[in-house]
């Protein structure tokens, strides 16, 4: 975790609380559209092996994964970027999210999950016909 030298100001931190870590809107796009190509899943399910960690939306059945990503949080390569102030501190924040995501994606893999990860600028149709294929090809 970053050290507390840079930390961000108390009204940063204060701000970073208010941003939603679920049910944002490209979760619920994708969500919508996987419903409406007629797939059933479960919401925020527990990493096996790290309890606090969730699956964003799960098919625990075929063992199907999905994480949508914020460009921000996890260092998305087209639309991610350090903040100028407190560089440092974030880049080492950014850099411990995608490890941890990277630690999630082996996890799951060892525990005969398939993983998809998306961005959340992909186009929620394209993310259900992704997802789609994985799930019905588990069965």
């Not at 005969?112 to 019905?136: C, D, L, N, S």
Request: contains cysteine; aromatic residues 8%; positive net charge.
């Amino acid at each position: 975790m970053p050290d507390g030298r840079d930390r961000p100001t108390p009204a940063v931190t204060a701000l970073m609380r208010r941003f939603r870590s679920r049910d944002t809107l490209p979760e619920v796009e994708v969500r919508r559209a996987l419903h409406a190509s007629g797939l059933r899943f479960r919401l925020h399910t527990a990493v096996p092996e790290h309890p606090r960690r969730t699956i964003d939306v799960a098919f625990p059945r075929q063992k199907v994964a999905v994480f949508i990503d914020g460009c921000y949080w996890h260092a998305c390569p087209e639309h991610g970027k350090v903040p100028a102030r407190n560089a440092g501190w974030w880049a080492e924040k950014l850099r411990r999210n995608v490890e941890r995501d990277m630690e999630t994606n082996v996890t799951l893999r060892r525990n005969g999950w398939t993983v998809i990860r998306v961005w959340e600028h992909e186009h929620p149709a394209a993310v259900a016909e992704q997802v789609g294929r994985a799930v019905r090809g588990a069965k």
